[in-house]
Structures are given as C-alpha cells and as structure tokens.
C-alpha cells in the first residue's frame, strides 16, 4: 500500500485568513515533503522533513509554515497569502531519507485558490 | 546543477498503438536514479518507473519500459498496447545517489492524449 492522503481536495481562502493543510501516511515512511505546482508545472519542492526534523525548506516565504507532529503526519499552515500562492500543493512521503535509494510517493493534491 | 529536459509538450497516439516520450539530462554524477511519473487530471502522482543508473539493464513494468542511454543522458519512456487511462501528463525525473540528498529534479513535462 502506497497511499498518501490529504485533506482537504479544495480550499478557498481570502487573504486574511489563517488555514492548514493536511498530509497523512501510514507507510512508515520517515521523509515528508511539500510541493507546489502552478498550473501545466512541474511539482516545486517546498519544505522536506527528515526523521519529524525540517531538512529542506526551499526558501518558502514565511507566511507558509510547514509542522510535521510525528512521524505519519504533516501540515502547512497558510496565512496571509497572496493571489499568486493559488497552486496545487502535493504531499509526497519516502521510506528512508538517509538512504541511498529514496522514492517518493505522492498523495492527490489541494487544490488552493487565495481571493 | 543537474537539469531534465522533456522537449515534446504534447503527444497523441491512437489506443492500442506505442508511443515513446522523450526525456534527457544533465549531470556531472556517475550514479543517480531516473524516474517517470504519471499526473492524471485527477492530480496525484503516480510513480510509473524507475532505473538505477548503475544497472544496464532497462527497466520495466507490465505495459511501460525505458530505454536508458546512460553515455547519451537519455531516458525514454516506451508504452505498449496504448489505453485510455494513460491520458495524463508524463513527468521525467532525476535524484542523485547522495545519503540525506532527498530532491527530486523533475522536466517540464509532456502530455499525452490517447485517441480512442
């Protein structure tokens, strides 16, 4: 099995507004990742944590914030977002970050459109 | 830095025939890892293939098999016996062998209509 899972499909929010998105696996993966991708893009990675510890993190701006709680969960909390951060954000988990060989499986995305 | 290149946008083929999407690369690494995923217009990517770039031999997965040129940096993408459900975008990918390196390097992406 080799499901990933995000909540919610769709999200609408204005600029002012504060909400998460979720990213769920029960694979014993140990890698969670975040992705963005505009429209007929390919995915850009955001953040990678490692082990529940932030080992990338791509030069998000701040207003994206990235919380991996254990190791099965992941989230980015969104606030004051731009029109422009209107995107398709994909999770993605892998088995094992410090080795050599490390494929990543993505779940189907949130669709987010900032107002 | 290493780059993927995916020079066709857009390919058709009729349903049942084989069509070759097309994917190169640029590294300075002797030993990496390619990949083909597959993003449907229901949005999740699903990982279609991948090779080892130390073996010779090109992998494959029922319907799907690659062609790896590893002196010419390529990494084709062959589907057999065309169906329906491969309407989707095909997306290349590059990731060194590297303990702790987790990044994926993907190309531009080519869509791929099937025509029934």
């Known amino acids: 099995d080799t499901e990933v899972t995000q909540t919610p499909k769709h999200l609408v929010m204005g600029m002012t507004n504060k909400k998460s998105l979720k990213c769920e696996q029960h694979m014993g993966h140990r890698a969670m990742y975040w992705y963005k991708q505009k429209a007929k893009k390919p995915p850009e990675l955001m953040f990678v944590?490692?082990?529940?510890?932030?080992?990338i993190n791509e030069s998000v701006p701040s207003r994206f914030s990235p919380e991996c709680p254990n190791s099965s969960l992941l989230n980015l909390h969104l606030h004051a977002l731009q029109p422009e951060d209107s995107a398709l954000y994909l999770c993605a988990s892998s088995q094992d970050p410090l080795g050599v060989a490390d494929t990543q499986y993505f779940g189907p995305g949130t669709r987010l459109t900032v107002l | 830095a290493q780059t993927v290149t995916q020079s066709q946008p857009e390919m058709s083929v009729q349903e049942a025939e084989t069509v070759t999407l097309s994917c190169t690369y640029d590294t300075s690494e002797s030993d990496y890892y390619l990949f083909w995923y597959k993003q449907p217009p229901s949005r999740q990517m699903i990982l279609v293939i991948r090779?080892?770039?130390?073996?010779?031999q090109n992998a494959t997965e029922n319907r799907f098999s690659v062609n790896f040129q590893k002196a010419a940096k390529s990494f084709s993408l062959k589907i057999s016996d065309s169906q329906l459900g491969d309407a989707a975008m095909y997306f290349c990918a590059y990731r060194k062998v590297d303990f702790g390196n987790e990044k994926l390097t993907f190309g531009t992406g080519t869509r791929l209509t099937i025509i029934p």
């Open positions: 944590y490692s082990y529940e510890k932030l080992s």
């Open positions: 090779q080892e770039a130390y073996k010779q």
